[in-house]
């Protein structure tokens, strides 16, 4: 599969963008893992060109990560392009525009997924962002704004007419936001389409390695985003590749190694924020990582690791858990 350029290999897995999740550090460590492309978390076009500094940070790219996409939002095409370009200055190796965040104060003001509701909108924003930067552009979308509006089939047609490289398609609608499953079916649709010649990418509960392969096998799509799936587990990376160069799955690593990881995530965050800033960012990944899921009565511990306020205190913590 092709970006452009970027040759990514064949049957490529890509760590989704997500707010608050996929900072720097953790584009690493997924990197790490096996990643093949990452992306920054949402950057607001409107607050980039009003140079605010906390949204300038995110544009930070480390050379270990490539290729890396920065994807960006808004519902003004001008803005959006000027956006673009301030994006390629910081030299990614894509512009990702994001047309499928759900959250209410996103899509709620017409950006994100709310231009599900504004398609003439959402096009001009591809045609002049493409003007914009020589940078390749893709996007990310979902299916449609509802049950009743599953336009998908059609739009990636003109989303590709107006020059995206290529399409990420997560497999629901905003209206369902996170519930529910992900319809694949309608993202095979899409790739099937003989008038698509653009690479198509799959997004919706990849949460294991033969669940990927299997999506590759049935829809015949280019590649494969992995995202909620990742959090509290960046090694699901190193299991998917393996899984899809073998058809056999990777061997577990003793309890010991897995928590490892997750210590190195406490301390990059804190080294990136600070340690009350950090404790509270990486709460959300020991909140959902499946490391601790059938330790028996683990409630208490759960409780007394999400507020820890040192790292002290969280790795005494940690040390006492017995997989």
């Known amino acids: 599969m092709r970006i452009g350029t970027i040759d990514l290999g064949e049957r490529p897995v890509m760590l989704a963008p997500m707010e608050d ?26 607050a980039l060109v009003r140079q605010v500094n906390r949204t300038r940070e995110k544009l930070s790219v480390n050379e270990a990560e490539r290729p890396v996409a920065i994807q960006i939002y808004g519902r003004e095409a001008a803005t959006m392009a000027e956006a673009a370009r301030l994006c390629e200055a910081e030299r990614p190796d894509v512009i990702d525009l994001n047309f499928g965040c759900p ?120 590649g494969v985003m992995i995202g909620r799936a990742s959090i509290g587990r960046p090694w699901i990376f190193r299991e998917v590749k393996h899984f899809l160069a ?41 909140a959902a990582t499946p490391l601790f899921k059938g330790i028996p009565d683990f409630k208490p511990m759960r409780v007394a690791l999400l507020r820890a306020e040192t790292v002290g205190q969280l790795f005494e913590l940690l040390d006492r858990v017995q997989g």
């Not at 999740?21 to 607001?44: H, I, N, P, Q, W």
């Not at 936001?177 to 319809?183: P, W």
């Not at 997750?262 to 340690?275: A, C, G, T, W």
Request: net charge positive.
């Open 103 to 222: 959250v209410k104060k996103v899509a709620g003001k017409g950006a994100g997924a709310g231009l599900l509701c504004n398609i003439p909108q959402m096009l001009d924003i591809v045609r002049e962002v493409v003007k914009a930067v020589r940078l390749p552009v893709t996007a990310k979308t979902r299916l449609g704004w509802d049950a009743e509006h599953r336009i998908i089939v059609d739009l990636a047609e003109r989303l590709q007419d107006c020059g995206l490289a290529a399409l990420s398609i997560h497999g629901r609608t905003r209206a369902q936001m996170y519930a529910g499953e992900a319809d694949w079916r309608l993202i095979g649709e899409v790739k099937n389409n003989p008038r698509m010649y653009i690479p198509i990418i799959g997004n919706g509960d990849i949460a294991s390695a033969q669940t990927c392969a299997a999506c590759f096998e049935r829809y015949g799509v280019d």
């Open 21 to 46: 999740v996929t900072d720097g550090a953790f584009r690493l460590m997924c990197k790490r893992f096996g990643a093949d492309m990452v992306y920054t978390e949402f950057v607001s076009s409107d």
């Open 246 to 286: 073998t058809g056999e799955p990777l061997p577990a690593e003793p309890f010991a190694w897995y928590l490892n990881i997750l210590k190195q995530q406490v301390l990059q965050s804190v080294e990136r924020l600070d340690e009350r800033r950090g404790i509270l960012h990486i709460r959300r990944h020991l």
